[in-house]
Every structure is written in structure tokens, then in C-alpha cells.
């Protein structure tokens, strides 16, 4: 198989990232992967929720005297927008059009370090509130599951990075576009987690 | 896997078909999007409110979120396409065993 | 690696062991490992009946005992058992699919090295400061209270040892999705194949709850957190969950592959295709549903109520119809047929009435009401030892003499093999029999030493006997491969004669690439139809081209090595007197994350080997 072939425009074929054989391989691994991963999140959420607003003395702030709508709804927008930059580079890379890809990359990368910057700030205004990791079982469940997705993420913009500057003087090829194609997946899947946790820990939280 | 292309005698009508089969997609991701959006808001709206029961918000902003989540998986992850039944059953099956894991933490996780 | 080479220095033979992404080669990396780990957990057993074999014994310390508990449970479950029926796996199912090997060789190798440093690492606790101590199943009320750093070895052991398996597990099932022979439908695989389908997804749904629940006890006990502390809020019974929902799949973990290999075994030696093949693969499926539904059984005395408890022992029992299922079948499959009792069928036909006992212990255990009696008893040691022994490992020894002769191309001493059979056999009913008495007058499980005079004197000092029965077996199983070893007298393709799968077909040990041209298989058990049609190979599916081989790397090594250092600081990070702990946590990631990204930026395209020299062998071949 030469992977490493330049191709036009007319002979990229239409799905770059299953056309051979260790791309396949690597798309449905990658895929079950993602299954596990549905389980561990599963669990984290599972243990939030048996250990929400579960604080040693009844003076220690609960979900709903945390959580706030702004800083969350902010979050949220910025991560369900970087999905979809995600889907335009990826669109791009189906056009075999590379520059516009690492672009569209680019974009995805920025709003990434924009929500991590937002968690930040979000876990440091806790810890001054009192809330901390160590304070109550709910605080060790709270930073734990959302911690995991915020390293998850971390690890999602590391991934799209060295994949951009390895890749920027070489171009697509069908040995690397399997792998622009499953951090993309990587990406979609942080984001579904993400709907869950601002769905299960934020609203339902300040609900009550 | 998805949509093979047969590479056909002229390659520039088949790149012209595809590049329009391309751009059709991301119409359609794209619409899916306004839709995700559409749904985030009305599910932070619902809460913003305060006035609703919360025995009415949850299970519609739980169903809200199941919406989305089948949104991204469907068409940005592409479970839409052809080739995709292994892949759905093992989503299926993880999420599952997640559901049962969630549902007994509720229920019988005994003090 | 290209390794035409024929004879090696002991240096570069080891330097291919580290770098080899060769299925075949892991595999054996794997039985070696698992093999001497197994020895361990052995000689754990050995040291408790001893401690128990009379009253009032002083052999050993009521901690050091917790310890040898501890560490045989998890030894024998994660170190031995596992990783040995992932060796037999890795050897086997890519050529009884016709691959030429795993979808990811590299991460195949990375899996074994995690699982290795990972035990490397539960095991030193005995040299630094004790083993953990709160039995296998660590429960945190215990653990997190444990004194000194052995709980802290086994999260961060298991840990390790358990992204390894989860990444064999992804590894076997894209294999067996996307590599499958031309014509190999899902309905032609062979049953060890589909037993390593189903266990695979098995593991990649029943780990992440593990890396979970160890996450939460390694945040605990290291970090301050208060998962498990009722006094800041925790709950305890969190960890019982979270283990129990790995724990329970994992038991099936263990038996489906030695079903697998007692399914191909019974075949083969009964000379009769296997009685209800698609049931036997319904029933298969359907276990692994169903283990996922029932790991609250092992919680039945903690109070989850009366309708989870009922709900979990229905369940429970309904995992007896898929097994009655294929205990008939494989006794059908020997009806009518003639058969040979080689050692592999010796232990395969022992197997179905010793596991069959522990089925039947274990719908009694189902049962919550009367569950409440036999609680934390030795009645529940006698019944998982009698499927563990009495399944799985009897399953592993006739599986490793089965497939020795593909895996090491000689043959194992068959009179030898004998002795080794008989002598476990016997050993394993003695030691254990007796332990449901033992269970049911009142003996609790656990406890380091008794009393004299309750009636447990000589069914203790039976128990014991008969260990010493199953330990000279297995003595007698190293010398024979000793003997064989040095022997070394080389066999042919299908060296018992009777093969019906793929893996017959090809010389053992096979050659690196495995198939020179990918057979056709026209239905189940392959190669048996072509030899019904007096053919002596498979029919190609493809011209003779040139072949696609991935390198071999030392990266995998690295990798986990790194992991490795910054468990040792993580591990130390609580105590208040050792400053150099975050550095080295900083440098162990720093290796691992290095070597990942030396991994990413560096091009592996793998090599050719060219039509020609593959012609050269046939060449060769002929005129021998």
C-alpha cells in the first residue's frame, strides 16, 4: 500500500480515513474505544450523582449555591461551536483541501483553550468559596468528573497539535488523514460528554 | 467503509458529484448544528426561568440532551452512513451497561 | 523485525523479545509471564494451607496471612489466569481467522508490557514494606484504613495491568471484525474465536468501572479525597458497586475462552464436528449479556433490599440456561464420535463434571434468602474454586498442551502429561470437596487459624493434602517442559492429527507472516473439509504478492516504563518525609508522553517482504 502517495483532487478518495486497511483498523478501534469510554464516564457520573450535595456539616455550599448559568451557558456555546470547526476540517479534508483543514483546526484548537481557561477560572472561584477537592465527598465527585473531562479535553488539543505541526509541510496523505479523522471523533465525543455534564451536573444542579 | 467511489472513466464529473455530495453533508451538519444550539438554549432558558416545576425540567432537558447526543454521534460522527452497525452496537452496548450503572447508583447504593 | 536470521546470541534474542510486535512472539511472552506469576500464586496457596492445615498454627502472622490472601486473589485473577488465556489467544485466534496478525501489533505489545510492570509492581510490595492486605476485592472500608503503602501497589499494579488488558481487548476485537480470511464469516469462526470476541467486548466494557473505582481509592488514599469516608459525606459501598460491576464480568472473562478451548478440543479428539455450533454461540453472546446484569449477587448480605436482591439472584440463574446449554452440546459432541483420550481431552471431559459441581454451588449461592448462610464462608471459597480450578485452569493446562506443539513446534510427554493430569485432578477434588463441609459447619473464610475441637481438624489437614497433590502436578508439567524443551524434536503441520481449524493448516510454529497466500475458508472447520477432499492445504484466496509487516519497536517498553517510575512517586506522594516524589511523578510522565509523541512524529510504514523470497521457501519446502 503506498501510503505516503500525493494525490489530486480527483483520486483522494471519498473516505480518506477508511481507504486502507490500518485506517480501518484504526477507525473502528477507535470507535470501541470510545464504547469504553461511554462506561468510564458512565461510572464518574454515576458516582457524582450518589455523592451530590453530600457534605460533612450542613453549613458547606451545595450544588445550587454554586453553579451559575453565565459562566456555564458560555462554556457550553464555545464547546458545541469547536464541534463544528471540528466538522468543517474535517469536511475539508474530504475535499482534499489541506490548508483549509489546518485552519479550520486552528479555530477548533483556540476555542478548546477558551473553555479550558473558562473551567479554570471556574474550579478557582470554588476553591475560594470553599468548595474544594478535598472538602466534602461531593467536592472529590464534582472536580473528579469534571476534572476527567477537562483532562480529556487537554488531551484532545495536545492530540490536534502535534498532529497539525507534524503534518504542516507534508500535506494529507492516507497514512495521516485516518488519524486527523479519529482525534475529530475524539473531539465530537468530548462534546457529547460535555452535554450530559451541563445537562446532568449544571442545570440539574441549580434545579435543585 | 462509507460511500466507496467508483473511480468512473471521466474523474472530474465524479469529483464534481462528490465535492456536491460533500457540500450537501455540510449543509446538513450545519443545520444539525443551529438545531443543537436551538435546544441548548431552550434547556438553559428553562432553568434561568425558575419559575417551572423541576419535575418538569429535568426529563425535558434530559430528553433534550438525549436529542443532541444522538445528533452528534449521527451526523458528526457519520453513525448515519453505511458501515456503521458493529460500531452501533457497541455504542449501544456501552451505553447500556453506563444506563444500569447510573440507574443502581441511584437507587441502591445503600447508606 | 526482519529476522531471517536462524540462530541468535541470548543478547539479540532478548532484544526481539523487547521490541517484537509478532503475535505469535507476545504470545509467548504472555505464557512465560502468566506462567511465572502463576508459580507465585501457587506457592501463595501453598503457604495458606499450610497456615490452616492444622489448628492453632503458627506458621505464619495473622497479617502476613492477610497479605498471602490478598496476594494470592490477585495474583492468580489478574496476573496468572488472565494474562495466560491472553497469551493462548494472541497465538491462536489470528490464525484460526486466517490473519497474518493483530490489527495493532504495536499496541498488542504495549498491552503486554503494561500487564508486566504492573504485576512487577504489585509484586514488590512484598520487598517494600508489605502486599496489600484487604483481601482481592479491597473493599474500601477496609482499604482505605490499611496501614503503609500495600492497598497503594495494588490500585497503582492493577491499574497499569488493566489498560493493558483493555487495550488487548479493542486489539483482539477489531482483529476479528476487520482481519477475518475471505470467506471466515462470523458463522464459520471457530468457538475459541467467538469465545475471544465475546470476551474481549466483555473487557472493554467491564474495565473502565475498574479504572474508576481504583481512580477514586488512588484520589482517597493519596490525594485526600472522600469518596469512601462516611464522615465527610462518602459511601463505602460505591467501591463494592464499581468493583463488583467489573468483577462480576470479569469471571466470565476467565471462563469463555477455557469454553472456547475445551469447545475446539472436544471436536478435534472426538473426530466430530461440534454438537451445535450455533447454539453454542447464541449461548456464548448470551453469558456475556447476562454477566453484566447480576454483579449485585456478591452484595446480597449488604442490604440493597429485597427487590434488588430478588432481581439479581433471577438473573443470576438465568445464566444456568445458557451454560446447561453447552455443557449438553459438549457432551453431544463426544456422543457417537471416536474418541481419544489424549491429556487435552483427558482434562476437557474431567472438566464437565467438576464444573458442572461449581454450577450447581452456584445457583445455591443465587438463591439471597439462603445466601444470608453460606455468606463469607468457606462454602463461596470451595465454589469459585471450583469453577475457577475446575474451569479455567483446567481449561489453561489442556489448552497450553493443546496448542503447545503450534505455538513451540515440539510435543508435550504425553504418560508425563498423564501424571500431571490425574495428580491435579485428584488434588484439586480433595482440596475443595471437603470446603463446602467445611463451609457449612461454620467456617468463616479469611480467618488466618481456628480453634481446635469444632470439627474442622482433619477436613483442614485434607484440604492441604490435597494441594500438595495439585503442586506436584504441576511440578511434574515443568519438568515435562524441560524435557520437551530439550529434546526438541520437531513436528509437522497438525501434529494430533484430527485439527479442524485453520491454524492445522500452516507449520508449527508458523512462519513470521503466517500464511504466504491467505487461505479460503469454505465453511466451519476449514481445514477439516479440505482434508475430507483429500487435500493436504487450503485453497489460496489471493495470488502469492509481496507481504505487509509492521517493525518492531522497543517504544511500547518505554512507554510503560514511564508509567511505571511515576506510580512510585504517586505511591510515595502521602508520605510527609519524601520531598523527591513529585519530580519523579514528573519524570515518569514525562518518558511516557515522550515516547508517545516520538511514537506520533515518527513515520512507521512497517516493511515488504518481496513474492520472491516467499518463493524461495516453497522452493525450499518442495524439494525437502
Redesign the interface.
Do not use: C
Given at each position: 500500500?503506498h501510503?505516503?502517495e500525493k494525490f489530486t483532487?480527483?483520486?483522494w478518495?471519498?473516505?480518506p480515513e477508511?481507504a486502507t486497511?490500518e485506517g480501518?483498523?484504526k477507525?473502528?478501534?477507535f470507535?470501541?474505544?470510545?464504547?469504553?469510554?461511554?462506561?468510564?464516564?458512565?461510572?464518574?457520573?454515576?458516582?457524582y450523582?450518589?455523592?451530590k450535595d453530600?457534605?460533612?456539616d450542613s453549613g458547606m455550599l451545595l450544588a445550587k449555591d454554586l453553579y451559575e448559568?453565565p459562566l456555564?451557558?458560555a462554556m457550553?456555546?464555545i464547546l458545541?461551536t469547536s464541534?463544528?470547526t471540528s466538522?468543517?476540517a474535517m469536511?475539508h479534508m474530504?475535499?482534499n483541501s489541506f490548508q483549509k483543514m489546518q485552519t479550520w483546526l486552528l479555530i477548533t484548537v483556540v476555542l478548546g483553550f477558551s473553555f479550558l481557561a473558562l473551567e479554570v477560572y471556574e474550579f478557582n472561584h470554588y476553591v475560594h468559596l470553599g468548595h474544594t477537592?478535598?472538602?466534602?465527598?461531593?467536592?472529590?465527585?464534582f472536580y473528579?468528573l469534571v476534572g476527567f473531562h477537562g483532562a480529556h479535553v487537554t488531551f484532545g488539543l495536545m492530540w490536534f497539535l502535534?498532529?497539525m505541526l507534524?503534518n504542516a509541510k507534508r500535506g494529507l496523505s492516507l497514512?495521516n488523514a485516518p488519524?486527523f479523522f479519529v482525534a475529530s471523533?475524539y473531539w465530537?465525543?468530548i462534546?457529547?460528554v460535555w452535554?450530559?455534564i451541563?445537562?446532568?451536573v449544571y442545570?440539574?444542579g441549580?434545579?435543585? | 467503509?462509507?460511500?466507496?467511489?467508483s473511480?468512473s472513466a471521466n474523474?472530474?464529473l465524479?469529483?464534481e458529484y462528490?465535492?456536491k455530495?460533500?457540500a450537501e453533508?455540510?449543509k446538513h451538519?450545519?443545520i444539525t448544528?443551529t438545531m443543537?444550539?436551538f435546544f441548548?438554549l431552550i434547556?438553559?432558558a428553562m432553568?434561568?426561568m425558575e419559575s417551572i416545576s423541576?419535575w418538569f425540567?429535568?426529563p425535558v432537558?434530559?430528553l433534550?440532551?438525549a436529542i443532541?447526543?444522538i445528533f452528534?454521534?449521527y451526523y458528526?460522527?457519520h453513525m448515519k452512513h453505511k458501515?456503521h452497525e458493529?460500531?452501533a452496537l457497541?455504542?449501544y452496548?456501552?451505553?447500556t451497561?453506563?444506563?444500569i450503572?447510573?440507574l443502581?447508583?441511584?437507587t441502591i447504593?445503600w447508606l | 523485525m526482519s529476522t531471517y536470521a536462524k540462530k541468535q546470541g541470548f543478547g539479540a534474542t532478548l532484544w526481539d523479545f523487547m521490541t517484537t510486535v509478532d503475535h505469535k512472539k507476545i504470545a509467548i511472552l504472555y505464557l512465560i509471564s502468566g506462567g511465572l506469576f502463576f508459580i507465585l500464586g501457587g506457592l501463595e496457596a501453598m503457604f495458606i494451607r499450610i497456615q490452616l492445615a492444622v489448628p492453632d498454627n503458627n506458621f505464619m502472622s495473622a497479617g502476613v496471612f492477610n497479605e498471602m490472601i490478598t496476594m494470592h486473589g490477585t495474583t492468580m485473577i489478574f496476573l496468572a489466569a488472565m494474562p495466560i488465556l491472553l497469551g493462548i489467544m494472541n497465538a491462536v485466534m489470528p490464525l484460526q481467522i486466517g490473519a497474518r496478525d493483530v490489527?495493532?501489533p504495536f499496541l498488542n505489545s504495549l498491552g503486554f508490557w503494561m500487564f508486566f510492570f504492573g504485576g512487577v509492581m504489585l509484586n514488590l510490595s512484598w520487598f517494600l514494606g508489605g502486599a496489600p492486605d484487604a483481601g482481592w476485592t479491597s473493599y474500601a472500608s477496609l482499604s482505605i484504613h490499611s496501614q503503609g503503602h500495600g492497598v497503594d501497589f495494588y490500585v497503582l499494579g492493577l491499574q497499569i495491568s488493566g489498560f493493558g488488558t483493555?487495550i488487548a481487548g479493542?486489539?483482539f476485537?477489531?482483529t476479528i471484525?476487520?482481519?477475518r480470511t475471505p470467506g471466515m464469516t462470523y458463522m464459520r469462526m471457530p468457538m475459541f474465536t467467538w469465545t475471544t470476541f465475546v470476551v474481549s467486548a466483555l473487557i472493554?466494557?467491564a474495565?473502565?468501572?475498574l479504572?474508576?473505582?481504583l481512580?477514586?481509592m488512588l484520589?482517597?488514599r493519596m490525594?485526600?479525597?472522600?469518596?469512601f469516608?462516611a464522615?465527610?459525606?462518602?459511601?463505602t459501598i460505591?467501591w463494592e458497586h464499581?468493583f463488583w460491576?467489573f468483577g462480576h464480568p470479569e469471571v466470565y472473562i476467565l471462563i469463555l475462552p477455557a469454553f472456547g478451548i475445551f469447545s475446539e478440543i472436544l471436536a478435534t479428539f472426538s473426530r466430530k464436528r461440534l454438537f451445535g455450533y450455533s447454539s453454542m454461540v447464541f449461548a456464548t453472546v448470551l453469558i456475556g449479556f447476562l454477566g453484566f446484569m447480576v454483579w449485585a449477587h456478591h452484595m446480597f448480605t449488604v442490604g440493597l433490599g429485597p427487590i434488588a436482591n430478588a432481581i439479581f439472584a433471577v438473573a443470576t440463574m438465568a445464566i444456568a440456561v445458557p451454560t446447561g446449554i453447552k455443557i449438553f452440546n459438549w457432551i453431544f459432541t463426544m456422543w457417537g464420535g471416536s474418541v481419544r483420550f489424549t491429556v487435552p481431552m483427558l482434562y476437557a471431559v474431567s472438566f464437565i463434571p467438576s464444573f458442572t459441581m461449581g454450577g450447581v454451588t452456584g445457583i445455591m449461592l443465587a438463591a439471597a434468602p439462603a445466601d444470608y448462610q453460606y455468606h463469607d464462608s468457606y462454602f463461596v471459597v470451595a465454589h469459585f474454586h471450583y469453577v475457577i480450578v475446575g474451569g479455567v485452569v483446567l481449561g489453561i493446562l489442556a489448552g497450553i498442551t493443546y496448542y503447545w506443539p503450534k505455538i513451540f513446534g515440539t510435543m508435550l510427554n504425553e504418560t508425563l502429561g498423564k501424571f500431571t493430569f490425574w495428580l491435579f485432578l485428584i488434588g484439586f477434588h480433595l482440596t475443595f470437596f471437603i470446603q463446602h463441609f467445611l463451609g457449612l459447619w461454620g467456617m468463616p473464610r479469611r480467618v488466618f487459624t481456628y480453634l481446635p475441637g469444632q470439627g474442622w481438624d482433619i477436613s483442614n489437614l485434607v484440604s492441604t493434602i490435597g494441594a500438595m497433590f495439585m503442586a506436584v502436578g504441576v511440578i511434574i508439567l515443568l519438568i515435562n517442559i524441560i524435557i520437551t524443551s530439550v529434546k526438541n524434536v520437531r513436528v509437522g503441520n497438525d501434529p494430533w492429527g484430527d485439527g479442524r481449524t485453520l491454524e492445522w493448516a500452516i507449520p508449527s510454529p508458523p512462519p513470521f507472516y503466517n500464511f504466504k497466500q491467505l487461505p479460503l475458508a469454505r465453511g466451519l472447520d476449514a481445514y477439516w473439509i479440505e482434508k475430507m477432499e483429500g487435500k493436504k492445504e487450503m485453497t489460496p484466496a489471493e495470488p502469492l504478492g509481496d507481504i505487509?509487516m509492521p517493525n518492531g519497536s522497543i517504544i511500547p517498553i518505554c512507554i510503560t516504563f514511564g508509567l511505571f517510575v511515576a506510580s512510585f512517586g504517586a505511591l510515595y506522594n502521602m508520605d510527609a518525609d519524601k520531598p523527591w516524589t513529585i519530580p519523579v511523578i514528573i519524570i515518569g510522565l514525562l518518558i511516557t508522553f515522550g515516547s508517545m509523541?516520538i511514537r506520533?512524529?515518527k513515520?512507521d510504514?512497517g516493511f515488504h517482504i518481496h513474492k520472491e523470497d516467499l518463493m524461495d521457501d516453497k522452493d525450499k519446502e518442495v524439494k525437502a
Open positions: 500500500m501510503v505516503e483532487d480527483a483520486t478518495p471519498a473516505a477508511t486497511l480501518k483498523n477507525y473502528l478501534g470507535w470501541l474505544f470510545l464504547g469504553g469510554e461511554t462506561v468510564l464516564f458512565a461510572s464518574l457520573f454515576a458516582t450523582l450518589a455523592l453530600k457534605v460533612p448559568i456555564t451557558f457550553t456555546m458545541l464541534s463544528l466538522v468543517y469536511y474530504k475535499n477537592f478535598t472538602s466534602s465527598a461531593y467536592g472529590s465527585a473528579t502535534s498532529l507534524r497514512y488519524k471523533l465530537h465525543f462534546d457529547v452535554v450530559f451541563f445537562t446532568v442545570l440539574m441549580m434545579v435543585g | 467503509m462509507t460511500n466507496q467511489q473511480n474523474p472530474n465524479n469529483l462528490r465535492r455530495q460533500n453533508e455540510m451538519q450545519v448544528f443543537m444550539i441548548t434547556a438553559f432553568v434561568a423541576r425540567i429535568i432537558i434530559l433534550l440532551a443532541q447526543v452528534q454521534l458528526f460522527m458501515g458493529t460500531i457497541f455504542i452496548s456501552g451505553l451497561v453506563g444506563l450503572t447510573v443502581v447508583f441511584l447504593v | 490489527a495493532f483493555l479493542i486489539n476485537l477489531v471484525i476487520n482481519m472493554l466494557f474495565f473502565p468501572p479504572t474508576v473505582g481512580t477514586l484520589f482517597d490525594f485526600g479525597a472522600n469518596f469516608d464522615a465527610a459525606g462518602g459511601n460505591i464499581l460491576i505487509h509523541l506520533s512524529i513515520d510504514h
